[in-house]
């Protein structure tokens, strides 16, 4: 089955910087790779997804990256603000004609704003 | 509209009890899913289903049995809770395992 792995576990960037999360995945049929942003005691949400068919999006301060050759796929946040701090976790989806499309999660990031 | 809709918050079980974690959506979505949340190990799929009848096992079935017997409602049944189900379980919907899933609010689970 499919592996994803995410690096690093913790990230701290001063208020303003950017901050960049990795992730790799193992099965080349993967085809969606979501990111979701969960906030203390709260559940995941949805922030910028991207398919396999494009090397990259952006959506205001946030960018994913996708390398299909090299199966990794970044997500870049600019001029980060306190309200950045939260755990964010990569996915890898794959799609197939049987219905049979399961998400793979990364193990998350625990990005800390410091002011 | 209250997407999805997880109950309970939380639950403290006796080792060997049963339970039944409940979930269910108004989004007229296919495909369901539960997952469990531990420290350092992300989401982890347990069971998924892709439309009324049907479920599938994911990454870590056992111990956890499903059914999906209308569109809205997926509940999710552990037979005989042992500590090592202590967790953090959450149920999602989207329209399919490729497009955004919504997840509810969670059910924090202890096991004595």
């Known amino acids: 089955g499919e592996n994803v792995e995410q690096h690093p576990s913790t990230l701290s960037v001063q208020e303003g910087d950017s901050a960049v999360i990795k992730c790799t995945y193992s099965?080349?049929?993967?085809?969606?790779f979501p990111w979701y942003k969960q906030e203390l005691g709260k559940r995941p949400q949805l922030i910028i997804d991207?398919?396999?068919?494009?090397g990259e999006k952006k959506d205001q301060r946030i960018a994913v990256t996708l390398n299909k050759t090299a199966k990794h796929f970044s997500l870049h946040i600019t001029e980060t603000q306190p309200e950045d701090s939260a755990v964010y976790f990569c996915?890898?989806?794959?799609?197939?004609?049987?219905?049979?499309?399961?998400?793979?999660f990364g193990t998350g990031t625990r990005l800390t704003i410091i002011p | 509209n209250a997407g999805v809709t997880q109950t309970p918050k939380f639950q403290v079980l006796k080792t060997g009890q049963s339970m039944t974690l409940q979930c269910a959506q108004d989004?007229?979505?296919?495909?369901m899913s539960w997952y469990r949340q531990d420290p350092g190990m992300g989401l982890r799929l347990i069971h998924y289903?892709?439309?009324?009848?049907?479920?599938d096992q994911g990454e870590v079935p056992n111990g956890y049995n499903v059914s999906r017997s209308t569109t809205e409602d997926f509940p999710l049944r552990l037979l005989s809770a042992a500590p090592s189900q202590t967790s953090v379980y959450f149920c999602?919907?989207?329209?399919?395992?490729?497009?955004?899933?919504?997840f509810g609010q969670g059910t924090r689970l202890t096991v004595v």
């Open positions: 289903s892709v439309g009324a009848g049907i479920t």
């Open positions: 989004m007229n979505h296919e495909y």
């Open positions: 099965d080349s049929a993967s085809n969606y």
């Open positions: 991207i398919r396999s068919n494009v």
């Open positions: 999602a919907s989207s329209y399919s395992g490729t497009t955004e899933a919504f």
């Open positions: 996915a890898a989806g794959t799609a197939s004609n049987f219905g049979n499309e399961k998400l793979t």
